[in-house]
């Protein structure tokens, strides 16, 4: 069974540039999430799918960063524009169903450095 | 507040041997879920092991293992038999059931070396 997949792997932009990730879940799983992570530090959760709906974006910097995920499967990250501080690695994950128990599986993540 | 704490930012151990992970978290819930992770340096976080907070039974697999002290508040990850693979950094996690609905916490993970 395939993993979770991203693209790109590695994006270098200049400062006010718009960038754009994308996530492809692994088939089935109804729940998607993205998460930022600074360099030495844990994954902190930007936001989080349950199929098209958008249901927790309380961390995401709406002024700057937007999100969608059509048709309940693959999901788009946009930054527009892009600051030096938006350097990090930006993870997917999906899950069965937003269930506690249910395990988040992580893609490669996409790796930003804004010049 | 939710809050998980690895105070042990990097550690050495011998190929072969044990090594224990030392992770404690901090929440008012009584129903949560503990989660290691692995991240290697090509960056995907890898899932090695679940233990819940009802769960009586410390959580095993394979060479992983979940020492769950709940009135400590700890979760220890032990490694038993390092391989030089396992060199990478790990992450505790938690998940309340019910106040944060589905958000992971992180620590701030620990980084393991493995030496031949």
């Known amino acids: 069974e395939a993993g979770v997949v991203q693209s790109p792997r590695y994006k270098i932009i200049e400062k006010k540039q718009p960038v754009a990730f994308w996530c492809n879940p692994i088939?089935?799983?109804?729940?998607l999430y993205w998460y930022l992570q600074n360099l030495g530090q844990g994954p902190e959760l930007l936001i989080r799918y349950e199929n098209e709906e958008a249901v927790d974006d309380s961390q995401l910097p709406k002024d700057r960063f937007s999100a969608e995920r059509l048709k309940g499967v693959d999901s788009t990250l946009k930054i527009q524009p892009a600051e030096l501080g938006d350097s990090a690695v930006y993870l997917c994950?999906?899950?069965?169903?937003?269930?506690?128990?249910?395990?988040?599986?992580f893609g490669p993540g996409t790796r930003l450095t804004v010049l | 507040a939710q809050k998980i704490t690895q105070t042990q930012p990097g550690m050495f151990v011998q190929e072969k041997e044990a090594v224990t992970l030392d992770c404690t978290y901090d929440t008012s819930d009584q129903s949560y879920g503990l989660f290691w992770y692995k991240q290697p340096s090509s960056g995907e976080m890898i899932f090695l092991i679940y233990q819940g907070s009802y769960d009586e039974q410390n959580a095993t697999e394979g060479r992983y293992s979940l020492n769950f002290q709940k009135a400590r508040k700890s979760a220890n990850l032990v490694i038993s038999a390092s391989q030089l693979g396992d060199s990478a950094m790990y992450f505790c996690a938690m998940r309340d059931f019910y106040n944060q609905g589905g958000k992971l916490i992180f620590g701030q993970g620990t980084e393991l070396s493995v030496k031949p």
């Open positions: 994950a999906s899950s069965l169903e937003a269930a506690p128990t249910d395990t988040q599986y």
């Open positions: 088939s089935g799983h109804n729940t």
